[in-house]
T-cell receptor, first 114, second 111 residues
Framework: DGGITQSPKYLFRKEGQNVTLSCEQN?????MYWYRQDPGQGLRLIYY???????QKGDIAEGYSVSREKKESFPLTVTSAQKNPTAFYLC?????????????FGSGTRLTVV | GQQVMQIPQYQHVQEGEDFTTYCNSS?????IQWYKQRPGGHPVFLIQ?????EVKKQKRLTFQFGEAKKNSSLHITATQTTDVGTYFC???????????FGRGTSLIVHP
């Protein structure tokens, strides 16, 4: 079945550590996205990529980094520069022309700073 | 910048009552999308509206896009416990296809 796989489901980070969240899709979608969700908040865009080897900052990119070396993969690194990283992170993908298909989301990674 | 405002933030209903959530934008939207997120889950795409004044139905759910394409609503008739979750609207930022999400309306259905 086609879809998006995020791992791990839960992740604990110590102060000062960098952690990388995995996102893999087999939908053959060109565009991929990372969102952050905090309780009672909507989804805020961190980074997005429309094509391999290219990505753009979203609304809250500070303290995060990404890479897009393969069409299927769009990992997110939460660096130690991100001062409040505890949140629910969602990866999504879409066709470039969203049309009637919208975004397909992965099941998310819950990151907690300990 | 463009914001997509969604009200109410929470809505408690008795099972069988109707429910409506509203989405308002400060600028004209080329389209609007609606998503549902079950508790502990991830957002799932429900529908996209494109045309001014468009109305679409999915069983008990009715989606409307305003004539000015600045507002939208989702109405659920005769809610069921399976309708529990947070409903998000999302509209693209000016000149971009990437949607900005509202904060969502959390629906709580009491049996």
């Amino acid at each position: 079945d086609g879809g998006i796989t995020q791992s791990p489901k839960y992740l604990f980070r110590k102060e000062g550590q960098n952690v990388t969240l995995s996102c893999e899709q087999n939908l053959n979608h060109d565009a991929m996205y990372w969102y952050r969700q905090d309780p009672g908040q909507g989804l805020r865009l961190i980074y997005y990529s429309q094509i391999v080897n290219d990505f753009q900052k979203g609304d809250i990119a500070e303290g995060y980094s990404v890479s897009r070396e393969k069409k299927e993969s769009f990992p997110l690194t939460v660096t130690s520069a991100q001062k409040n990283p505890t949140a629910f992170y969602l990866c999504a993908s879409s066709m470039m022309t969203v049309a009637n298909y919208g975004y397909t989301f992965g099941s998310g990674t819950r990151l907690t700073v300990v | 910048g463009q914001q997509v405002m969604q009200i109410p933030q929470y809505q408690h209903v008795q099972e069988g009552e109707d429910f409506t959530t509203y989405c308002n934008s400060s600028t004209t939207l080329s389209n609007i999308q609606w998503y549902k997120q079950r508790p502990g889950g991830h957002p799932v795409f429900l529908i996209q509206l494109v045309k001014s004044g468009e109305v679409k139905k999915q069983k008990r759910l009715t989606f409307q896009f305003g004539e000015a394409k600045k507002n939208s609503s989702l109405h659920i008739t005769a809610t069921q416990t399976t309708d529990v979750g947070t409903y998000f609207c999302a509209g693209p930022k000016g000149g971009s296809y990437i949607p900005t999400f509202g904060r969502g309306t959390s629906l709580i259905v009491h049996p």
